[in-house]
């Protein structure tokens, strides 16, 4: 029985060991000496209990952290410092560019675990949203954009675009004239192109919008114009009187900034 036991924890020791994650030391390019050197000053500040958290921005473009001077704030509770990390331009695949970061991050996790730096990403963000309430947030913009997009009532799944329950909605109120100049084509276009900003109240307010009509296989475009208006009549009152479900950042309701598609027949 006793021999059953040693087997058992054996068999255990020996699954830890291979779900423990590879460490950048141990996977290092012997030639990779832009490495090496990163390494031995990232052992060298642990040593002397510096740690350092890195944001990565990318490259070519610089996308720096919506809420850093949160997140350092936070970061510094912990004796944490707070650096921007970005990457080259031409990469080298056999030349690793982040050796001190990977390094100091594997430090991170085995203190405080490895949900720690995501936890505190989550908070740092929060406060910063709770602080700019009044941003208007959208896909590209410098504030960064939501995590949901707001929703019409009725909408069967998050789309930015696409708004099922809006489209149900029109769908139901609109009557094609006897002249209207249908759609045959399934790769003609015909929609309707609404830019708008819902406040984190659910108010939308519609600033522009375009009606497109294209035939592939005749090559017309602009046809059913003198309909446009009537089109128009039937989707913004349903856009601006309807309360919409606000977009969201953690959980916390925002201003956005967006552009929906109705589509015609």
């Known amino acids: ?21 590879k460490s ?8 990779d000496t832009i490495c090496i050197k990163e390494l031995e ?26 809420a850093q001077k949160e997140m350092d704030s936070i970061l510094k509770l912990y004796n944490i410092e707070f650096r921007n990390e970005s990457s080259p331009c031409l990469v080298d695949e056999k030349v690793n560019y982040h050796c001190y970061c990977e390094l100091m991050q594997e430090k991170i996790d085995e203190k405080f675990g490895e949900k720690f730096i995501d936890s505190l990403l989550f908070i740092s963000d929060s406060l910063h ?8 947030y959208y896909n590209g913009s410098m504030a960064g954009s939501w995590d949901k997009p707001a929703l019409f ?11 099922s329950g809006l489209q149900k909605a029109f769908d139901s109120k609109v009557i094609y004239p006897k002249n209207y100049r249908y759609s045959n084509n399934p790769n003609s276009l015909a929609f309707l192109q609404v830019y708008l900003d819902i406040d984190r109240n659910g108010n939308a307010k519609i600033h522009d919008s375009h ?7 005749t090559k017309e475009s602009g046809y059913n114009k003198k309909h446009w ?10 856009i601006e ?3 919409w479900i606000p977009a969201k950042i953690k959980n916390i309701n925002v201003n956005s900034k967006n552009d929906i598609t109705i589509y015609l027949k």
């Open 229 to 238: 208006e009537y089109l128009k009549k039937i989707a913004f009152p349903l």
């Open 211 to 217: 009606i497109e009509f294209f035939d592939y296989k």
């Open 129 to 136: 949203i709770l602080k700019n309430l009044d941003e208007l």
């Open 241 to 243: 009187k309807t309360k």
């Open 41 to 66: 000053d990232a052992k060298k500040d642990l040593k002397n209990n510096k740690i350092i958290y890195c944001n990565y921005t990318g490259a070519p473009t610089h996308f720096p952290l919506r």
């Open 24 to 31: 950048v030391v141990d996977s290092v390019n012997p030639k």
């Open 1 to 21: 029985m006793k021999k059953w036991h040693l087997l058992f924890l054996l068999i255990t020791l020996m699954s830890c060991n291979s779900n423990k994650k």
């Open 153 to 163: 009532p009725g909408d069967t799944h998050y789309d930015e675009i696409n708004h």
